[in-house]
């Protein structure tokens, strides 16, 4: 199988804290993590592209100083939000890629955030 | 950016009904992808299509990759009450060769009238 995990499952904080959420292959290595943002009733967006090694590929709109993505070994990528805030509570949906040959993308359970 | 147009939004049916959904897109894609996602959780990968033309089927589900490279359908015979949930079709666009980003169509949401 292609097991990918994320911890924590969901976080409540403060405004203006940071948190920190962790994705891992568990039986693979990902030589690429994707994390996504999820608001209620609407699809996935991507919001950065993880690579092992290597500075992330952040889409458009999304600032890269508030949501910090650290990709340091082929089982693990962390995204950090930054002084969170109310508008940041979401979804947020890691996946990754199994090998550099396969595209299908394996996706974690996903971590709901809460700002208050 | 891409976009996915999916189709129904949304259906309601009873237990043991047919389900058809399908994804359309103004650009040809390279692979087409079905997932499930349940409340609170992941996206689920139902079926992988590569090919045109490739029809696949996993358990009551099928799912065809459109020969025009620019639609798939996703049909779910006999449904039963686990079926609920949010069906995305997701796709490699052609002109995104190389690059890995992942396009999610709109979704259809499945209810199941007791």
């Known amino acids: 199988g292609a097991v990918v995990s994320q911890h924590p499952s969901r976080v409540i904080c403060k405004s203006g804290t940071s948190v920190k959420i962790e994705c891992r292959s568990l039986d693979f290595q990902a030589t690429t993590m994707f994390w996504y943002r999820q608001f209620p009733k609407q699809s996935l967006m991507l919001m950065a592209t993880s690579n092992e090694g290597s500075k992330a590929t952040y889409e458009q709109g999304v600032e890269k100083d508030k949501f910090l993505i650290n990709h340091a070994s082929l089982t693990l990528s962390t995204l950090t939000v930054t002084s969170a805030h109310p508008e940041d509570s979401s979804f947020y949906i890691c996946?990754?890629?199994?090998?550099?040959?396969?595209?299908?993308?394996?996706f974690g359970p996903g971590t709901r955030l809460l700002v208050l | 950016g891409q976009q996915l147009n999916q189709s129904p939004q949304s259906m309601f049916i009873q237990e043991g009904e047919d389900v058809s959904m399908n994804c359309t897109s103004s650009s040809i894609f390279n692979t087409w992808l079905w997932y499930k996602q349940d409340p609170g959780e992941g996206p689920v990968l139902l079926i992988a299509?590569?090919?045109?033309?490739e029809l696949t089927s996993n358990g009551r589900l099928t799912a065809q990759f459109g020969i025009t490279r620019k639609d798939s359908f996703l049909n779910i015979s006999a449904s039963i009450p686990s079926d609920v949930g949010i069906y995305f079709c997701a796709g490699y666009p052609l002109s995104n060769f190389g690059n890995e980003k992942l396009t999610f169509g709109t979704g259809t949401r499945l209810t199941i009238i007791p």
């Open positions: 996946s990754a890629i199994r090998g550099s040959v396969e595209e299908t993308q394996y």
């Open positions: 299509l590569y090919k045109a033309g």
